[in-house]
């Protein structure tokens, strides 16, 4: 079953159009110069200038970020290369942020939190649950993160360069439980640098836009 299809989409200021499509449970690597530009369109941070996104059943050719952005909220989790995280509040309270200042009425229901213990088991972090996030390692901050994306357990996972500055072990420790969630049926897509660890992906996707004025320069 096809998650993603996008069918020559062109985004401002490039010039060239894409096309690729990217099946259910597929765990798929995006590498080239503008790599994050093509993550920011899966998960609608970027607006359509032409072509069609097809997620699931919903066509994307609105221009409006507040629909793309919904979009994104309701099929997709996202993991930018930069942390946003608070070091005051603990490993929990950061993962828990989306939620953190609502009313009482739309926080965390049961169910979220016994999937997020969950998954903290599988990732082996609940020890670190208590721990305020400016006391954890920059691997465990990084497990963080990752960890927050899937509260509203999305189908698709997209993560920018998530094993930079992490040792062998620590993007062993990734890779498993991404292959985990794969096993599942979540949808991966990670933009990476490191050939080798493209390897560990099921295919290989590049891409390199081209600005409309580069021509003239």
């Known amino acids: 079953m096809t998650k993603i299809n996008l069918n020559n989409v062109q985004v401002t200021p490039y010039k060239n159009k894409v096309t690729l499509v990217v099946e259910k449970g597929e765990f798929l690597a995006i ?39 919904a979009m994104r909220q309701e099929k997709i989790g996202y993991v930018p290369y930069e942390m946003y995280l608070l070091p005051s509040m603990t490993f929990i309270q950061n993962i828990e942020m989306p939620y953190y200042f609502q009313s009482s009425a739309s926080r965390m229901d049961a169910t979220k939190h016994q999937r997020l213990e969950q998954q903290c088991r599988l990732f082996g972090v609940q020890s670190l649950l208590a721990n305020k996030a400016s006391t954890l390692t920059y691997a465990q901050q990084r497990y963080m993160v990752i960890l927050r994306a899937l509260l509203n357990s999305p189908a698709i996972l997209v993560l920018d360069e998530p094993f930079k500055g992490l040792n062998d072990e620590e993007i062993t420790s990734i890779i498993r439980f991404l292959r985990l969630l794969k096993n599942d049926g979540v949808t991966i897509i990670i933009g990476l640098s490191d050939e080798h660890l493209m390897t560990q992906c099921d295919r290989h996707y590049t891409i390199d836009f081209i600005e409309k004025n580069a021509e003239a320069n």
């Open 31 to 69: 590498s080239g110069e503008h790599k994050k530009v093509l993550l920011e369109i899966i998960v609608g941070l970027r607006e359509i200038e032409s072509g069609t996104y097809h997620l699931d059943y919903h066509r994307n050719e609105t221009k409006d970020l507040d629909d793309l952005s």
